[in-house]
């Protein structure tokens, strides 16, 4: 088994890869990649058992089809100190010995058997759709950072996919946070729903943020795929019902303020540190047509005022909200003002874009606030 590529081709495929691999895993194989070549196609795959990830190659030139998994790990350290040049491969699958050429010198490892690697996922009575990769990692992007940790309720730890005929959303909550993405420009004309973890959804942003192509999503009732170009990426799904999102949606909240979205995560950056490092609670007092913002933590002393101008219309008002859930939220939307939908200091605010400009985007953030009397 010989193939010649190129270092550095070869080290970016490995290093969306290395993403899937677990920094402690039980068997020692999935510490590996696994290179299949087969003819002019170089094949490499990435599994911890819940997400796979295959990507291929064309080598510049590939002579006698075979499989080895090599170490992973000291493979991406060798590679990262490569000059961008074509590397050859001799691997002995007899002996698993691996050694590798370039113009600098002369390296040997061993690989591992091909055969102890664990069996690629294979999908069974399947669904189909498509989906433009543009909306794909707007929605995991948009979403995927509000997923939860919580073992007893496993799924918020993913991101809800509802998929109607002519609309698509995606939505992530971990009970103090929750998102709402919706596109309208989306037409799969199915209507299913699933859930899918975030490790595999930051892989797949990550491998997507700069493509514009066709993403083939399969399901069936215990894995999804998605595929374009080259790149597989296998989920298992999260099992259970996903919480009924719109239920905690309030839908009254005579309360509005408008501000600079910039001026905003400013002041919030700012205003942090002195916040209570447990709460980190950040208040808003809002009056007429200024924001007043706080944080303080007494035990220590320290506090920190700011003004803000802002747009409000409804009575006067004090809420507080975790800091870094309004800086995650906040850092996600894309307006030049944002909108503030409230209704008191103990109900959960909402937070939208103030000016839309993309008609088939629909987003919408809501977060609980923090009890006034928590400092």
């Not at 590397?87 to 058997?113: A, P, Q, R, V």
């Not at 707007?138 to 940790?149: D, E, L, Q, R, Y």
Request: charged letters at 20%; aromatic letters at 8%; hydrophobic letters at 40%.
């Amino acid at each position: 088994m010989k193939f010649i590529i190129n270092s550095q081709a070869l080290l970016k495929k490995l290093q969306f890869l290395s993403g899937v691999i677990n920094s402690n895993n039980t068997l020692p194989i999935l510490d590996d990649f696994l290179f299949e070549l087969d003819e002019t196609i170089l094949k490499i795959t990435a599994t911890d058992l819940e997400t796979t990830l295959i990507m291929t190659l064309e080598p510049s030139m590939a002579d006698e089809s075979g499989k080895v998994t090599i170490p992973a790990k000291l493979l991406l350290d060798f590679l990262r100190y490569l000059p961008d040049a074509p590397i050859t491969f001799n691997i002995d699958t007899n002996t698993l010995g691996i050694e590798i050429l370039s113009s600098e010198g002369k390296y040997k490892l061993t690989g591992h058997n091909a055969d102890d690697y664990p069996e690629l996922p294979v999908l069974d009575e399947t669904t189909s759709f498509e989906l433009a990769s543009s909306i794909l990692a707007a929605g995991i992007t948009k979403t995927v950072f509000a997923t939860g940790n919580d073992e007893l309720r496993p799924a918020m730890g993913g991101v809800f996919f509802d998929i109607m005929p002519d609309y698509i959303t995606f939505v992530a909550t971990d009970a103090h946070k929750l998102v709402r993405y919706r596109r309208n420009d989306a037409k799969s004309g199915i209507s299913t729903s699933f859930i899918i973890p975030r490790k595999p959804l930051n892989v797949l942003k990550n491998l997507l943020v700069t493509e514009d192509v066709t993403v083939q999503v399969e399901y069936n009732v215990t894995n999804a795929a998605f595929a374009y170009d080259g790149v597989k990426l296998y989920s298992r799904l999260i099992e259970g019902r996903y919480p009924a999102y719109d239920a905690v949606i309030p839908k009254d909240n005579p309360n509005k303020l408008t501000v600079d979205r910039s001026l905003f995560i400013s002041s919030v950056k700012r205003l942090s540190p002195f916040a209570n490092q447990s709460t980190h609670q950040v208040r808003l007092r809002i009056s007429g047509q200024e924001l007043l913002m706080n944080a303080e933590d007494i035990d220590y002393s320290n506090e920190g005022v700011e003004r803000l101008a802002c747009t409000y219309s409804g009575d006067d008002m004090e809420i507080g909200f975790n800091s870094r859930f309004l800086l995650e939220m906040v850092n996600n939307l894309e307006s030049s003002e944002i909108l503030f939908q409230l209704s008191g200091p103990t109900r959960a605010g909402i937070i939208v874009p103030a000016n839309h400009d993309n008609a088939d985007e629909d987003i919408l953030m809501l977060v609980m606030p923090v009890m006034l009397g928590q400092n």
